[in-house]
């Protein structure tokens, strides 16, 4: 039984699978639809001589290049795994997740020097074409972002595109109110105004999208499982005696992967315990990317090395888990056992 390396079935389920032509389509509408409108702001910000308006429009082409990015990703990472790329090229998506959040980190900081040097020197802002350009802009981004709330927000990539949308819909209210502002009182740093609080949003959805996909790339364990808990459970299932080499990560997102080192008990049924740990993680962690090597304590045991059999510590009478030497010998972390003697 020494050695068994036993790779669970790639059970992809559907919440990573989610008809991918049916989100390319919508993706695409709300491209169009952005481009579009995107032009229009632009000769209108420059003719009204407002930074919140093309703010916006900078704003809206992050947009656009978000959901171009999403559509090529999405075509990469639909091509069959080949070659030395193993899983394919899954994490194109994450690439563009990743560029998504870097260009709106860029571009806030731009846009806040821009609106600070319009703080201290206002210049002249048309407030009923900000007011107007701004309300139809609302109009856009709230179809834009029914366009894509259609498709798979599961994916980082989709989640990616969907935040720029939204982020810029709150531009567009804020920009509206600026307009309002400079119509009636002619208070014309509320453009300035306006343009950091586009830059504030910017900064958060920036933020969060670099460190999503930062952790996947780093291989962390997906947000929300703890390793450590994780490695107790399976330790604490019938006939395992240690745990170690677990590893947790993320293929791309919505693909949680494990792979573990289990030690099971003298005589143990070791295809049992397998695939009641499988059950286990596809169950309740949702992970069914899984390859779990199972061996019978002391089978990877240089000769002459003897395991013991010693009383459980404080009671005298149960026996011990058996004791072996490191099974590797650059551990990969914890190791879990039934009871606390963890390295």
């Not at 420059?46 to 308006?53: K, R, T, Y």
């Not at 090529?72 to 639909?78: D, F, Q, T, W």
């Amino acid at each position: 039984m020494s050695g068994h390396a036993h790779s669970h079935g790639h059970g992809h389920s559907h919440a990573h699978g989610v008809a991918p032509d049916a989100d390319r389509r919508w993706l695409r509408a709300a491209l169009g639809l952005l481009t579009a409108y995107m032009a229009v702001e632009v000769v209108i910000g420059v003719l009204a001589g407002s930074l919140a308006l093309i703010s916006d429009a900078a704003h809206m082409l992050t947009d656009a290049v978000s959901i171009l990015l999403a559509l090529i990703a999405m075509r990469l990472a639909a091509r069959p795994a080949r070659g030395g790329y193993t899983y394919g090229l899954k994490r194109a998506e994450i690439l563009s997740a990743q560029a998504n959040g870097i260009t709106l980190l860029l571009l806030s900081v731009w846009l806040a020097y821009e609106a600070v040097q319009r703080l201290i020197s206002p210049p002249t802002v048309g407030g009923a074409m900000v007011l107007w350009t701004a309300l139809s802009g609302i109009v856009v981004n709230l179809i834009c972002t029914w366009l894509l709330s259609k498709a798979n927000r599961s994916s980082l990539n989709v989640e990616g595109a969907y935040q720029h949308i939204l982020t810029d819909l709150f531009g567009f209210v804020a920009t509206a109110l600026s307009g309002l502002v400079v119509l009636t009182t002619g208070f014309e740093r509320a453009d300035a105004i306006a343009t950091l609080v586009v830059v504030a949003l910017m900064l958060r959805a920036g933020t969060g999208l670099v460190r999503e996909s930062g952790r996947i790339f780093m291989e962390a364990a997906p947000a929300g499982l703890d390793p450590d808990a994780l490695g107790d459970r399976l330790v604490s299932q019938d006939e395992v005696v240690e745990v170690h080499d677990l590893h947790i990560w993320q293929i791309t997102s919505g693909q949680p992967a494990l792979s573990a080192h289990i030690l099971v008990a003298p005589g143990g049924d070791c295809h049992k315990v397998r695939r009641g740990l499988q059950e286990l993680l596809s169950g309740e962690y949702r992970i069914t990317h899984a390859t779990l090597q199972v061996d019978h304590v002391g089978e990877q045991a240089e000769a002459g090395e003897v395991l013991t059999l010693g009383p459980r510590p404080g009671t005298g009478a149960q026996p011990e888990p058996p004791t072996a030497p490191d099974h590797c010998e650059d551990a990969h972390g914890p190791v879990h056992r039934p009871w606390p003697h963890r390295h």
